[in-house]
């Protein structure tokens, strides 16, 4: 059974930094295309950021040059450094995880296969 979890996240003021982390766990499973997403209420759920197997990445505009998506494939562990936060950034952030490689930029939200329960981002003004 794949599992994700994630952590990190808690409450910051505007302008600070956090680092959420994603641990991948599943006996057999490497996942090859794994991302960021978070959802604020009222709101759809919106991707941040999706990395695939070879390291590369994407990101929305939302967030480009504020947050850097990084993997550590010997730990199965998907990382989000998110700095120069602001109050529109506070939302549940997911992880999510797939094991097909093709794809992985435009697959849509859905048809990731596993997904964490979500970690919570307040940030205050």
């Known amino acids: 059974q794949v599992q994700l979890t994630e952590s990190g996240g808690g409450s910051v003021q505007s302008g600070g930094s956090l680092r959420l982390s994603c641990a991948v766990s599943?006996?057999?499973?490497?996942?090859?295309?794994m991302g960021w997403f978070r959802q604020a209420p009222g709101k759809e759920r919106e991707t941040l950021a999706r990395i695939d197997d070879n390291g590369k990445t994407d990101y929305a505009d939302s967030v480009k040059g504020r947050f850097t998506v990084s993997q550590d494939n010997v730990k199965n562990t998907l990382f989000l450094q998110m700095n120069r936060l602001n109050a529109d950034d506070t939302a549940l952030y997911y992880c999510a995880a797939d094991g097909r490689p093709w794809s992985c930029f435009s697959r849509p939200q859905g048809d990731f296969g596993y997904w964490g329960q979500g970690t919570q981002v307040t940030v205050s003004s």
């Open positions: 599943g006996y057999g499973f490497t996942p090859a295309c």
